[in-house]
């Protein structure tokens, strides 16, 4: 059985930085390509940041680009999200998930992803 645990959502105030961590057991970890995608109230779940399971590959939202940076430590079986000059728009519920395919191909599309955290919330004050 897969789990994924995500840690380090907090409130904090715009333009603070915060690191998320996501816990993988249950799977092997290297061999999936890892995302994270966040949801904030009364919209739907959408693409924050994606990498191969090898890390040779990373991607952005547009919105996260050039202040979000996604990595992987494959010996913890530990993805993370640091997350710097955060704005109010990112206050949201952030989820890590599995790729659904050993050595699939990073996405930005949630239906590529079979396993999901329970999510963590990231708030930010202006």
């Known amino acids: 059985q897969v789990q994924l645990v995500e840690s380090g959502g907090e409130l904090v105030q715009a333009g603070d930085s915060l690191r998320l961590s996501c816990i993988v057991s249950?799977?092997?970890?290297?061999?999936?390509?890892m995302g994270w995608f966040r949801q904030a109230p009364g919209k739907e779940r959408g693409f924050v940041a994606a990498?191969?399971?090898?890390?040779?590959?990373?991607f952005y939202g547009d919105s996260v680009r050039g202040r979000f940076t996604i990595t992987r430590d494959n010996a913890k079986s530990t993805l993370y999200l640091q997350m710097n000059n955060l704005k109010p728009e990112d206050t949201a519920v952030y989820y890590c998930?599995?790729?659904?395919?050993?050595?699939?191909?990073?996405?930005?599309?949630?239906?590529?992803?079979?396993?999901w955290g329970q999510g963590t919330q990231v708030t930010v004050s202006s």
């Open positions: 998930a599995s790729h659904r395919h050993p050595y699939g191909v990073a996405t930005s599309r949630t239906v590529d992803f079979d396993s």
């Open positions: 249950g799977r092997a970890f290297s061999r999936y390509s």
């Open positions: 990498i191969n399971w090898d890390s040779r590959r990373a």
